[in-house]
């Protein structure tokens, strides 16, 4: 199970911190991400991580967004900042797990939380 936490109302230029974790028994973690899906269009990823610490972010979010995981309590966290009104949308955390060590990777999807930036 995926909780996301974190959405909110904010101004143009500011700054939040999405938070999500993984709950459950599993065997490990190939991949955390956040997806969105903004007004009007389709689920698209904002960014990843994989296990060994390699990250991707889409190219509207570089330099703004910070992807970073705490392997050890299981979240991954999203940090946003010089926050536009183009990034307003439903956030979506994304996994990708194996749930014995022969089970192959599948993919999981938390609720969504919310994120408006407005004036």
């Known amino acids: 199970q995926l909780q996301a936490s974190g959405g909110g109302l904010i101004q143009p230029g500011g700054s939040l911190r999405l938070s999500c974790e993984v709950s459950?028994?599993?065997?490990?973690?190939?991949?955390m991400a956040w997806y969105r899906q903004r007004p009007g269009e389709g689920r698209e990823y904002v960014a990843i991580?994989?296990?060994?610490?390699?990250?991707l972010y889409r190219n509207a979010v570089k330099g703004r967004f910070t992807i970073t995981t705490d392997n050890a309590k299981n979240t991954v966290d999203l940090q946003m900042d010089s926050l536009q009104p183009e990034d307003t949308g439903v956030y979506y955390c994304?996994?990708?797990?194996?749930?014995?060590?022969?089970?192959?990777?599948?993919?999981?999807y938390g609720q969504g939380t919310l994120v408006t930036v407005s004036s």
């Open positions: 994304n996994a990708g797990i194996s749930a014995t060590q022969s089970s192959p990777v599948q993919n999981f």
């Open positions: 459950g028994s599993f065997f490990s973690i190939n991949h």
């Open positions: 991580i994989h296990g060994e610490g390699t990250t």
